[in-house]
């Protein structure tokens, strides 16, 4: 006989540590119905960016909507204040730039990995990638002094140079991690907790990426050829060896091997920006108030992270909207769950690598 059950997942769910809460209807062990409320965490962050702080100052305050990404929506709002200003970069500083944004890509996935592991009961592999993540911790507080907030992007340029003395230990952490990431690899491909299990579970159609509007990792991973670094031309991002990285089967399985893909590609990016970092300045003093309407993105951890700004000519701005990447792809979460077994839901949910404090502001 079916039974139809309504069960929560969330916001205090041992599987998912984020203010959201799902809603599954469930016949028996199938979820036939999902909702999602995302509106448990306001901050008011974008009215703050309006009322209290002046333009030259928000770059530090959204670095603080998300810890994990707080580079690059500094610098997405940088870049948007800097394209209303009329401000010519150096080459050094955009260099510098893309070494924090590809850090801040390797770290959140290498967290987004482990607690894959942790779902999957593989505890052991949780505590080891959480451990080898430590080098690239060291290597963002070496270059801008702190291990989570940094306040390193500034309008204009960057607040800190890279130090001589640091350039060989940061090269040796990442060969460390380089090495760790292949190992990784071996154990997502080959071991059955990683691996055949997930395979077939929590799947997105390349035609339905597309209808749901899937970006990220998550739409890269069903073949949807989407990535702002291709899009983009403000950063140098193919000098410095970029390659977009992508899959076709659209599960669990293929979101995992997509994000270590692009772990070995963020790590020799930064290895190419050390061994050829441009001389000059990393600072172009900027003249001026915001006066118009700017729009910038950038290829955040989850996928595409965009700030409108609109500026008055005043030191206070009139609007400052965040669109984040896991609010564009909660439709595209909602629907991978229909069909799918309860059971499954936290391994399935480990694997969209959502980010809801960043969602909510």
């Known amino acids: 006989m079916k039974k139809t059950i309504n069960i929560p997942l969330g916001s205090q769910h041992i599987s998912l540590l984020e203010p959201v809460r799902f809603k599954f209807e469930c016949e028996n062990e199938k979820i036939i119905g999902v909702d999602a409320d995302v509106g448990f965490v306001h901050r008011g962050v974008e009215k703050a960016c309006t009322t209290s702080f002046k333009f030259d100052a928000i770059g530090y305050v959204v670095a603080r909507v998300c810890g994990l990404c707080a580079i690059t929506h500094s610098l997405t709002y940088t870049a948007a204040v800097e ?8 080459s050094k500083a955009k260099y510098l730039r893309i070494l924090l944004l590809e850090l801040d ?15 999957a009961g593989f505890e052991a592999m949780f505590m080891r990638i959480m451990g080898d993540r430590e080098h690239i ?17 500034s309008i204009g340029g960057v607040n800190r140079d890279l130090a001589p ?5 940061i090269k040796e952490n990442l060969y460390i991690v380089k090495q760790k990431v292949q190992g990784y690899m071996d ?19 390349l035609d339905d990426a597309y209808m749901y509007n899937a970006i990220g990792p998550l739409a890269r991973a069903s073949g949807l050829r989407i990535d702002v670094r291709n899009e983009i031309d403000y950063l140098p991002y193919h000098e410095v060896g970029y390659k977009m990285q992508t899959h076709t089967d659209g599960d669990i399985n293929a979101r995992n091997l997509v994000r270590l893909a692009e772990l070995v590609n963020s790590i020799e990016m930064c290895e190419n920006i050390l061994n050829g970092l441009p001389e000059g300045d990393i600072f172009t003093k900027i003249k001026g108030k915001p006066q118009g309407e700017a729009l910038m993105r950038f ?35 909602s629907h991978i769950f229909l069909g799918g077994d309860y ?15 960043c969602t909510a502001k």
């Not at 394209?83 to 150096?90: E, M, N, S, V």
């Not at 154990?187 to 159609?205: A, P, Y």
Request: hydrophobic content about 40%.
């Open 83 to 90: 394209k209303l200003l009329g401000a010519q970069i150096t």
């Open 105 to 119: 890509r390797i770290h959140s996935h290498m967290l987004c990995l482990s607690h894959t592991c942790e779902n």
């Open 137 to 153: 911790m060291e290597i963002q507080e070496l270059i801008t002094g702190n291990r989570v907030q940094f306040d390193y992007i």
């Open 165 to 169: 003395e640091s350039v060989q230990k």
């Open 187 to 205: 154990e997502f491909t080959n071991n059955w907790s990683l691996s055949l299990k997930f395979k077939g579970i929590g799947m997105l159609s």
């Open 299 to 333: 290829e955040a951890p989850r996928g595409e992270l965009m700030y409108y700004i609109k500026g008055n000519g005043s030191a206070m701005l009139e609007r400052v909207r965040i669109k984040t990447p896991t609010f564009s792809c909660i439709p595209a979460f």
């Open 343 to 357: 059971a499954d839901a936290p391994a399935v949910l480990a694997s969209f690598d959502p980010c809801m404090s």
